[in-house]
């Protein structure tokens, strides 16, 4: 690995400098301890290097939208939406993130759970949404509009237990309003 022949380089180069010319050359003691930090320096190092490159590998996979999640479909008022379900909490950090777009009759879904505070936000969100706020049994509470990378906490009534995101102005363009109620279809 690249990370060990450096730090191999420079513990030689250490030993060579920590002598002085004309000197006695320092007991073998010290050399071996040399080596053995040096080792110990280069492990290190090669961890650190192997825990960012895996970070690094998460943070860029979830540079682009993500995808395979499962989906339902649902009737909102006069329209058939098709939703990805957004089932752990990784799903539920990134929602609709990095998409530059997304189908007129698509969506996400998120479920609250008990005793939590339903609140959200655009961060790296690159399309406006509608929010619909819905009860247990889905009726909806609110509808709120979010502009794309607004940073602003978006806050859902307090018996919120599931979200819907949608592109903005579609719930308006299925009659859907706050009392109303969103039922699954299959």
Request: with cysteine; net charge negative; aromatic share 4%.
């Amino acid at each position: 690995m690249i990370t060990s022949v450096v730090f191999a380089k420079i513990a030689k180069m250490m030993n060579a400098s920590s002598r002085c010319p004309g000197l006695e050359p320092e007991p073998q003691i010290h050399s071996q301890r040399s080596r053995i930090v040096a080792r110990d320096i280069s492990v290190f190092v090669s961890g650190v290097a192997l825990i960012l490159a895996v970070l690094g590998g998460v943070a860029s996979a979830q540079q682009g939208p993500q995808s395979g999640l499962p989906e339902m479909v649902v009737r909102a008022g006069d329209c058939r939406l098709v939703l990805e379900k957004a089932t752990t909490p990784e799903a539920s950090q990134i929602g609709l993130m990095n998409r530059p777009s997304m189908e007129a009759d698509r969506g996400m879904v998120f479920a609250i759970p008990e005793g939590r505070k339903a609140v959200f936000w655009m961060k790296n969100t690159l399309i406006p949404l509608d929010i619909a706020f819905l009860s247990e049994d889905w009726t909806v509470l609110s509808i709120k509009q979010m502009q794309p990378l607004d940073l602003t906490n978006v806050p859902g009534p307090d018996d919120t237990r599931i979200a819907v995101e949608v592109n903005e102005g579609r719930f308006a363009e299925c009659g859907v309003a706050v009392g109303d109620q969103i039922t699954a279809v299959e």
